[in-house]
């Protein structure tokens, strides 16, 4: 069974830094692409990076870039993502999610973790 | 960036047919894929490339559409199916998503 298991969300201050962790297990993690789409509270989705199951390419929304870093632990079978400079607007439950077809950067999201909730506020 | 249209809300009666539209500001090909998301869950994937149903579904559940304008139809409509439907888009960067539309059950 695929599990996403995301941790490291809470309060953080504007301006300041959190590095949230995703565990996956279930599939061997090494053959896919994950993404991280993030939701407001009461809003709906966004996408915020992906990157490839090689750790080689990586994307991002336009208001997140210079700021947030994904990255993987293919040995670890792990998941982060690092946000800098951290403001107000990032506020929302970041998902992690994982891509359908082995080697393909994901087009779509077939598997999603429950969500950790990143509340940034001073 | 593509903006999804989607109307906010809908109500029907168990056993009817429910269909939930979705249109893009510009063309998507068919990379168009639909989400529910039950109140307090994480969302779970539906429909992929506009009319895949994805392994596990209901057959309830079928998609349709290309270009700009997609819907996701659910016949007959049970009571579970209260949630709100997302649809999102990979044709464009970024990929974006619909602001969702709450389906209720009467």
């Known amino acids: 069974e695929v599990q996403l298991v995301e941790s490291g969300g809470g309060l953080v201050q504007p301006g300041r830094s959190m590095k949230l962790s995703c565990a996956a297990s279930?599939?061997?993690?090494?053959?896919?692409?994950m993404a991280w789409v993030r939701q407001a509270p009461t809003k709906g989705l966004e996408w915020v990076a992906t990157?490839?199951?090689?750790?080689?390419?990586?994307y991002y929304r336009d208001s997140v870039k210079g700021r947030f870093t994904i990255s993987r632990d293919n040995a670890k079978s792990t998941l982060y993502l690092q946000m800098n400079s951290l403001r107000s607007e990032d506020t929302a439950t970041y998902y992690c999610?994982?891509?359908?077809?082995?080697?393909?950067?994901?087009?779509?999201?077939?598997?999603w973790g429950q969500g950790t909730l990143v509340t940034v506020s001073s | 960036d593509t903006v999804l249209t989607q109307s906010p809300a809908l109500a029907v009666s168990p056993g009817e047919r429910v269909t939930i539209s979705c249109r893009a500001s510009e063309s998507v090909s068919t990379l168009m894929h639909w989400y529910q998301q039950k109140p307090g869950q994480q969302p779970t994937l539906l429909i992929y490339?506009?009319?895949n149903l994805e392994s596990g579904v209901p057959a309830r559940f079928s998609g349709s559409g290309s270009g700009t304008d997609f819907t996701l139809t659910i016949d007959p409509v049970e009571a579970d199916d209260t949630a709100t439907y997302y649809c999102q888009q990979s044709w464009n960067d970024p990929f974006t998503f619909g602001s969702g539309t709450k389906l209720e059950i009467k």
């Open positions: 279930g599939f061997t993690f090494s053959n896919y692409g």
């Open positions: 999610t994982r891509g359908p077809i082995t080697m393909m950067v994901p087009d779509w999201f077939a598997y």
């Open positions: 990157i490839s199951y090689d750790g080689s390419s990586t």
């Open positions: 490339l506009a009319s």
